[in-house]
């Protein structure tokens, strides 16, 4: 079964957090929290959080007695565009430039590994 987590309008863009995202992607949870918790990027704290927040609703739905988070495993991470805010930065003889300050969505799916 699949447990998922959101993370909506993050105030990163999404090309940053997407290089966070491809460190843990297939890799089992707890060492996936462990390479983000000693990564130097500011998306890596938004990330694992969303990856605890999906591993806490795996153990919520399925219950702690029947599934343990050291069976869970990053089936898969996205990371989308979100909306962006305009603002004007001052140029030179009198005039203004756009800068967007981009914002990510970022989806968690945890999957539990097959026993062998």
């Known amino acids: 079964m699949e447990y998922k987590a959101k993370a ?6 999404p090309r940053k957090m ?5 460190l843990v992607r297939g890799k089992d949870v707890e060492e996936a929290l462990n390479i983000l918790h000693f990564t130097l990027k500011a998306a890596s704290t938004h990330v694992e ?3 605890r927040s999906a591993a806490a609703n ?4 399925a219950g702690s007695t029947r599934l ?6 990053i089936k898969d991470v996205q990371v989308d565009g ?3 805010l305009k603002r004007f930065r001052p140029r030179a003889m009198g005039r203004a430039t756009r800068i967007l300050k ?3 969505h970022l989806s968690v799916v945890l ?5 062998k």
Not at 58 to 61: D, K, M, S
Not at 68 to 73: F, I, P, Q, R, T
């Open 49 to 51: 959080k969303t990856i």
């Open 111 to 115: 999957e539990q590994r097959e026993q």
């Open 8 to 13: 909506r309008y993050v105030r990163i863009s």
């Open 102 to 104: 981009r914002t990510s």
């Open 68 to 73: 343990k988070v050291e069976d869970l495993y």
């Open 82 to 84: 979100g909306p962006s």
């Open 58 to 61: 795996a153990i919520n739905v």
């Open 18 to 22: 997407r290089q966070v995202a491809d």
